[in-house]
């Protein structure tokens, strides 16, 4: 049964830091993306930032580009988002998900239940 397991949310004040993690299970991720979304209350869902697996391309959304690094330790099959500078508008439950290289960037195979980051004023 594939997993995957968010952990590292939190609160904390404007201009902090947090990092989160992404714990994948129950199959090989070699050929998948996997990506970080967030949806904030009343808000579409969003995407923040994508690594692929064996490569390690990163990509992100202009929103948190400069202050988020996506990362991945392929040894414990983990993806990590690592968080600097947060702003009050970076409210949200944030998601792992991931999908195939082989499908398109709409068809996410496999979601987390998503962690709480909320950042204060």
């Known amino acids: 049964q594939v997993q995957l397991a968010e952990s590292g949310g939190g609160l904390v004040q404007a201009g902090g830091s947090l990092r989160l993690s992404c714990a994948a299970s129950?199959?090989?991720?070699?050929?998948?993306?996997m990506v970080w979304f967030r949806q904030a209350p009343g808000k579409e869902r969003e995407f923040v930032a994508r690594?692929?697996?064996?490569?390690?391309?990163?990509y992100y959304a202009d929103s948190v580009k400069g202050r988020f690094t996506i990362s991945r330790d392929t040894a414990k099959n983990t993806v990590y988002l690592q968080m600097n500078s947060l702003k009050p508008e970076d409210t949200a439950v944030y998601y792992c998900?991931?999908?195939?290289?082989?499908?398109?960037?709409?068809?996410?195979?496999?979601w987390g239940q998503g962690t709480q980051v909320t950042v204060s004023s």
């Open positions: 690594i692929t697996w064996s490569g390690g391309s990163t």
């Open positions: 998900a991931a999908r195939s290289i082989m499908k398109s960037p709409s068809e996410y195979e496999y």
């Open positions: 129950g199959r090989t991720f070699s050929y998948y993306v």
